[in-house]
């Protein structure tokens, strides 16, 4: 069906993917990369602002594996949560879905919870960046990664004596994190002034540059046969015994050749159907009868012209909850955590608030304008560990609740999505990631 002509004829796809934020282009990649017919469909323009995988500060590497239900957040933190000014808010809903979410996030706030929940993610990331670091080398989307080390920077001597005794569990783990005595800063960070009380460091720090690597890393998929889809959303399924027969499209922004622009519908059959939509991936599962347990978190980023007295490397304002990421003749500030609802607005007095703790901690910061704000929304599950495997229908797959480190995180999810559809043994254990372990409608 189209309102103006008919639709080009296509052949469908081995597999479709729902959604072009980095969790749909890695299922792509892996699964083009086994040797299926990959067709991916997303709503927007691959990288552009809708996606959470467009404008964040792109940590790679081993750091930040730690989920956000953290031992203790439930006890002190939880009237804090409720006030708009808290790094992490929560704004009071009564709707049951948001309220189901809490109480597994509640209980996932204890130190087994979040050990288990680190094992797992430390995992996932260090497979991750093995695959980056491969990707990488393609001359066209070399220049989006770099790899310079990490700063953890500390305000406080509770912040920093805490920190410092997790040191050693850390390298435990496999992290190379180290304390980094006095004056040693100053040789990472020479042109950079700080107002801190100490610092940790990890050389395997790393980042990428978005939305250039989302735009890049599209280009190198069209070129290895993948077709994707812009400005194209599913609108819905439909199921029979054996599963999803056809997905319905439909593909807006077209231009006429009045320079209108027009909608045209479709439907889609493919062999199978990995759901990775990002935040929005629960209204889209429900269409296909599956109960996701996944909540938007909102965060913000905001970017200002690199300061003279600018960092050379990603540093983590840890007490602020804030990152900052040096991008050229950018610097981009990204953090907060706001769960309000599926809403991307941006409010001028976040935005002053996260310039104003940049300030705090790098002084020569203090006051800088804002060229570009921007807000995304994480997909998050209440354990901080992504869902990725087989659901029900027994041909949907979903690759979702990358959470607060999704770019970290996908890499190594597509793989393992690519492995469990080809039947084959998984790089990492995929029992911790299973899609049904908050709800009984899917396995
Ligand atoms: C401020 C901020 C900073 C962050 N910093 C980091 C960081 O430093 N490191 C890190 O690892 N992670 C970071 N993250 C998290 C990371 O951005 C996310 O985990 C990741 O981008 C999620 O990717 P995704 O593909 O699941 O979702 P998305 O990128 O949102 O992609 C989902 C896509 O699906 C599309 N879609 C939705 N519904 C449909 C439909 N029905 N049909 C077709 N298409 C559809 C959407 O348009 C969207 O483009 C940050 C997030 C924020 C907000």
């Not at 956000?68 to 808010?89: C, H, I, K, Q």
Request: aromatic residues 6%.
């Amino acid at each position: 069906m189209t309102s103006e002509g008919a639709a080009p004829v296509r052949t469908d796809p081995d597999v479709v993917v729902v959604g072009g934020g980095v969790a749909g282009l890695f299922c792509a990649y892996h699964l083009r990369r086994a040797g299926a017919s990959v067709t991916v469909l997303e709503r927007g323009a691959l990288g552009g602002p809708q996606s959470c995988s467009s404008g964040n500060t792109g940590f790679v590497g081993t750091h930040g594996a730690a989920p956000l239900a953290e031992p203790g957040l439930r006890a002190f933190r939880a009237l804090g949560m409720l006030s708009a000014d808290a790094p992490f808010y929560v704004k009071p809903r009564a709707d049951r879905e948001s309220l189901r979410w809490l109480g597994h996030f509640a209980r996932a706030c204890t130190a087994t919870a979040a050990a288990a929940g680190f094992r797992t993610l430390i995992e996932l990331k260090r497979r991750s960046l093995d695959l980056l670091l491969e990707l990488c080398e393609i001359p066209s989307i070399a220049a989006t990664f770099e790899s310079p080390g990490i700063v953890l920077a500390f305000k406080t001597a509770e912040g920093f004596a805490e920190a410092s005794r997790a040191v050693s569990r850390t390298v435990a783990n496999g992290v190379p994190l180290r304390v980094l005595r006095p004056g040693e800063l100053d040789e990472l960070e020479p042109k950079t002034r700080f107002d801190i009380y100490g610092a940790l460091y990890n050389p395997e720090g790393a980042y990428l540059r978005v939305p250039e690597f989302v735009v890049a890393f599209g280009r190198v998929l069209r070129e290895m046969g993948v077709e994707i889809r812009e400005h194209t959303e599913v609108t819905g399924f439909e199921i029979s015994a054996r599963g999803v027969e056809r997905l319905h499209i439909e593909h807006g922004a077209l231009p006429t050749e009045r320079g209108a622009l027009r909608t045209e519908h479709g439907t889609m059959r493919p062999g199978d159907v990995v759901l990775a939509a990002g935040a929005w991936s629960t209204e889209c599962a429900r269409l296909v009868g599956i109960d996701l347990t996944l909540q938007p978190i909102k965060g913000y980023s905001v970017t200002v012209d690199m300061p003279p007295g600018g960092p050379s490397r990603p540093v983590l304002l840890s007490e602020g909850r804030m990152a900052m990421v040096p991008l050229g003749d950018r610097l981009r500030l990204g953090g907060r955590l706001e769960l309000t609802g599926m809403s991307t607005a941006i409010s001028a007095r976040r935005v002053r608030g996260m310039l104003c703790t940049a300030g705090e901690y790098l002084p020569d910061l203090a006051g800088l304008p804002t060229r570009e704000a921007w807000s995304g929304l994480r997909p998050c599950t209440p354990d901080g560990v992504p869902l990725i495997g087989r659901a029900s229908p027994r041909n949907v797959l979903v690759a979702v609740g990358y959470g607060h480190i999704g770019m970290g995180l996908a890499p190594a999810g597509g793989e393992l999505i690519s492995r469990i559809l080809a039947g084959e043994r998984p790089a990492i254990d995929p029992l911790p990631l299973r899609p049904g372990r908050f709800t009984s409608t899917i396995s």
